[in-house]
């Protein structure tokens, strides 16, 4: 059983920056994907960004590209989502993902093993 915990939320202004973290333990974390969604107030989950297990390029959202970015460190079984020039429309609860030898999905059910989310809040 893999646990996911995500730190690095807040309320921040439009325009700023914030880095969120994913700390996993409880399985190898070099074999899952990782990935990032999010929900906004009212509307459903939906996909931000993913990083394969295998490496090489990550996908990200039409409405992130360019302004997010996907890492990971394997020394410290930890992916980041890195949010720049953050928008109100980006305000959600930002969840993490794994899924084991996953290769990119975008899809939430593809993911076996979901973080307990945390708040981002952009202001204008």
């Known amino acids: 059983q893999v646990q996911l915990v995500e730190s690095g939320g807040g309320l921040v202004q439009a325009g700023a920056s914030l880095r969120l973290s994913c700390a996993a333990s409880?399985?190898?974390?070099?074999?899952?994907?990782m990935g990032w969604f999010r929900q906004a107030p009212g509307k459903e989950r939906e996909f931000v960004a993913v990083?394969?297990?295998?490496?090489?390029?990550?996908f990200y959202a039409d409405s992130v590209k360019g302004r997010f970015t996907i890492s990971r460190d394997h020394s410290k079984s930890t992916v980041y989502l890195g949010m720049n020039n953050l928008k109100p429309e980006d305000t959600a609860v930002y969840y993490c993902?794994?899924?084991?030898?996953?290769?990119?999905?975008?899809?939430?059910?593809?993911?076996?093993?979901w973080g307990q989310g945390i708040q981002v809040t952009v202001s204008s």
């Open positions: 993902a794994a899924e084991l030898y996953g290769l990119g999905s975008r899809r939430e059910a593809d993911f076996d093993f």
């Open positions: 409880g399985g190898i974390f070099s074999n899952y994907a």
């Open positions: 990083s394969s297990w295998r490496g090489g390029s990550p």
